[in-house]
């Protein structure tokens, strides 16, 4: 099994889940972004499965540099039936 994550330092849980973000409110409304040991635990508990932890923050630049190079997917987004609020925010 592969579980792909965005996590958040364990130390930000409590001020981050008495507020919304950005991400929260319009990327993934309702989302809780977990710190990695929460995971660990609960796959620990009812599983004989291992985590297995990278970073890969210091790619992420790189990565997202990339992809603003291509071209936008835009007019196929929007024949899709999404607004342009929704492709500027994906932008």
Known sequence: ML???ITI???FTR???SSVD???RFIFPGSFIPP??????SL???TDLKCSTSRTSAHYATTFSAGAR???PAARVRRLGYPDAFVR???
């Open 22 to 24: 950005f991400i929260q």
């Open 36 to 41: 990695s040991p929460a995971i660990t635990e």
């Open 15 to 17: 001020r981050r889940s």
């Open 9 to 11: 330092r364990t130390s």
């Open 3 to 5: 579980l792909q994550a």
């Open 89 to 91: 925010m994906w932008d």
């Open 70 to 72: 291509t071209s936008s």
């Open 44 to 46: 620990r508990r009812p």
